[in-house]
């Protein structure tokens, strides 16, 4: 791609996050002037990168939403709630835009008359400029696709003018290319005919027919004054690199940022997650030594123990450096909840608490899709139609609620809706009306349990199918890319006032801490994090319960499993049962185990080749000695 | 008079003022295919030059000020 193109997507869509930023604040306090300065310098920023691409009607939104902007610094006003939302239409729509440049190169015919709606929902009549002579035409754009002068644009960026004399104006005195001759820094203009070249036998010599067009490589200001004289007959504007909004360099501590490609800071993560590892090889080096040479497995140890603190340190370098903003990735959201909400006829108040909270690239990335469709569900299947909230007591507008904050090591993003809930009774009816489970087997489950079953692979909720969200879906989809991102989620409903679904993460997903047990003479690797207590108990206590085993683990009957049966190897009964209990999957199981191993921290990679096509396993780390582990996946397992 | 018809040939010479704007239009209808010599024009109004698109005579000489030379004529002659 295009590298100046690939610049305008990350820096234009950055800008338009800021706007909405500032937009938000001016919501909250509509006369905070920062916001309003902080609105007007994203959009004039904003309009300067746009023209340098085939975005003519964006150029022509920003410039008007700048003018009623500047209107409104000029009288220290602030915008009505009506030109806020029109502020949000706008940006809203040039970021659609930037999507389009970036799928197409260019914008579809229907952007112009998109340009017209918002230039009208803003209070302008649709022309462009208050006095410019160009008719209502995106004189800039059309000024840079004149090779003469867009190829005299230097690097720095240059000032643009159009140049419209007065037909009169060679009466008065005028002379237009005296006043181009005096324009500081003059690159190059072009001659333009105000309408079409009119023939010899039709001009009239005193007449002025024509138009100029120029860039200088002189400030706004400086060009302006050589209009000094015919101001109502000219426009200017910025063009070149002013997009490109100059790095902030403080003299005093001079910062570099570098644009790193996430790849390369995959491979140095993975690279020094596996160096953790191979270091753990020199346990059993200096075991093997102790027998030998005591002082020497020492000295081992001694090595092993410095090489260890310093990939240690290593590695915590690397997580910070891929901690990342979560903001650039739910920048989007709030403008898709909105398209999402107005194509259902829906009113919503979206809003998004603790954006900048940082967390591992890997997550960053891996979030959006998922919340992308939690929030879609939220507004199709919370949210009622505004009618039906009025008549059943709430405020016409629905509030979805993004939060997201740190506890610990993990990340909670919570999403919460004022809407109808989930009615655990309906879904009961509906699992068994599909088939998929038996009347009695819905009802034995608790309304937790139910409404649980919005995960159930293929369930869907919604009385009629919508092209939002679909057949539902997708929600079995978005357990299965939290769970992989070493997530889990849980949903909680009061049926009538709403819902929340609540997402737990890691902050850092490097490397996974496991605990090794052994079953059937082999051993696996299970995640910490999907296990809630390892307990031992006598093995009498297990009771056969129906067709399979259950225990009592404080006062709760806890369904116990064996590991070694599950995955087809021999049953061990030793008097004494190791149990690791699970929550993962919504309800307490126990895992029986033949013995419980060590803790580590590995590097799980993703299931890969032949044993993708295995559910049960989550992964595979290497050990210290070489070996290679199989991270097995208890949720999938035991379900 | 800046301007000045000899051997079928316009020449445009030193500043060439709006006035010179009517002459010039006479000159160039009587022309069949006007050449027009710039060698030595050192201004034109945009009388001058709006004429001189229109009416996209053959133009030759290289006049001396920077201004004319490198900026004005190019554009002249690209109109062409």
């Keep these: 791609m295009d590298e100046l193109l690939e610049q305008f997507l990350i820096e234009g869509r950055e800008l338009a996050g800021e706007a909405h930023d500032a937009v938000r604040t001016l919501q909250s306090k509509p006369d905070d002037r920062s916001a309003i300065d902080a609105l007007f310098r994203a959009l004039h920023t904003l309009k300067g990168s746009v023209a340098l691409f085939d975005m003519a009607p964006a150029e022509q939104v920003l410039h008007a939403s700048e003018e009623l902007l500047a209107q409104l610094k000029k009288i220290d006003g602030a915008p009505s709630g009506a030109q806020r939302d029109a502020l949000v239409a ?205 002082s020497l497995a020492a000295d081992i140890r001694r090595a092993q123990s410095a090489i260890e603190s310093a990939s240690g340190a290593l590695r915590a370098s690397i997580a910070d450096v891929r901690l990342v903003s979560l903001s650039p990735v739910l920048r989007r959201l709030p403008r898709l909840a909105r398209e999402v909400a107005s194509g259902l006829g829906k009113e919503i108040d979206f809003s998004i608490n603790g954006e900048t909270t940082e967390a591992d690239k890997q997550i960053a990335d891996g979030l959006f899709e998922p919340l992308l469709h939690l929030v879609r569900n939220a507004i199709d299947h919370g949210i009622e139609a505004p009618g039906d909230r009025e008549a059943a007591g709430k405020p016409p507008r629905g509030k979805v609620v993004l939060a997201i904050a740190p506890s610990g090591d993990r990340l909670t993003v919570t999403l919460s809706d004022d809407g109808q809930g989930i009615d655990p009774e309906r879904l009961r009816r509906s699992v068994t ?23 159930a692979p293929g369930f869907s909720t919604a009385q009629t199918v919508t092209d939002v969200s679909g057949r539902g879906i997708g929600m079995d989809a978005v357990q299965m890319a939290v769970e992989r991102l070493q997530g889990s989620i849980d949903v909680e409903s009061t049926p009538g006032s709403g819902t929340t679904l609540r997402i737990s993460l890691p902050l850092n997903a490097i490397t996974t801490r496991l605990l090794t047990v052994s079953a059937g003479g082999e051993l696996y690797g299970l995640r910490l994090d999907q296990i809630a207590e390892t307990l031992r108990i006598d093995a009498a206590d297990i009771h056969a319960v129906g067709q399979g085993e259950a225990c009592v683990v404080r006062d709760r009957t806890v369904p116990v499993v064996n590991l070694g049966q599950l995955l087809g190897h021999a049953c061990e009964n030793s008097p004494t049962a190791r149990l690791v209990l699970t929550e993962a999957t919504g309800e307490l199981i126990a895992v029986r185990v033949d013995a419980l191993g060590e803790r580590l921290d590995a590097m799980v990679r993703e299931r890969t080749g032949l044993l993708s096509a295995v559910p049960a396993i989550g992964g595979t780390a290497v050990l210290g000695d070489g070996g290679v582990l199989l991270v097995l996946d208890l949720p999938e397992l035991v379900q | 008079m800046t301007i000045r018809v000899k051997g079928g040939v316009i020449y445009l010479e030193g500043s060439c003022p709006v006035e010179d704007a009517e002459p010039l239009l006479v000159a160039l209808q009587a022309a069949a295919t006007p050449i027009i010599d710039v060698a030595r024009l050192e201004r034109a109004h945009l009388a001058i030059a709006q004429l001189l698109i229109a009416a996209k005579p053959k133009i030759v000489g290289k006049p001396e000020p920077a201004f004319v030379r490198e900026k004005l004529m190019p554009v002249i002659a690209e109109s062409i």
């Design chain 1, 90 to 294: 706008v940006i809203d729509q040039v970021d659609r835009w930037i999507d389009e440049v970036e799928r197409s190169g260019n914008l579809s015919d229907a952007s112009t008359s998109i340009a017209l709606e918002l230039m009208v929902s803003l209070g302008n009549d649709g022309e462009l400029e208050i006095g410019d002579p160009g008719q209502g035409t995106p004189w800039l754009a059309q000024l840079l696709a004149r090779p003469r002068l867009a190829a005299s644009i230097p690097s720095t960026g240059a000032t643009a003018f159009r140049y419209v004399p007065d037909a009169d104006c060679f009466f008065r005195g005028d002379d237009p290319l005296a006043t181009i001759s005096a324009v500081p820094e003059l690159l190059a203009f072009v001659i333009l005919p105000a309408g079409e070249w009119p023939s010899l036998d039709e001009i009239d010599p005193f007449q002025c027919v024509c138009v100029v067009e120029g860039v200088s490589s002189a400030d706004l200001d400086a060009v302006r004054t050589a209009f000094r004289l015919v101001p109502d007959q000219v426009v200017l504007s910025r063009v070149g690199n002013v997009g490109i909004a100059p790095a902030v360099v403080q003299f005093s501590e001079v910062t570099t940022v570098l644009r790193v490609e996430g790849k390369k800071l995959d491979r140095l993560a993975r690279q020094a997650g596996e160096l953790v590892i191979a270091v753990h090889a020199l346990d059993g080096l200096a075991e093997r030594t102790d027998g030998l040479d005591r």
């Design chain 1, 433 to 455: 009306a599909k088939g998929l489970m038996t009347s009695d087997a819905a009802a034995a489950l608790s309304d937790a349990q139910a409404t649980r079953l919005i995960f």
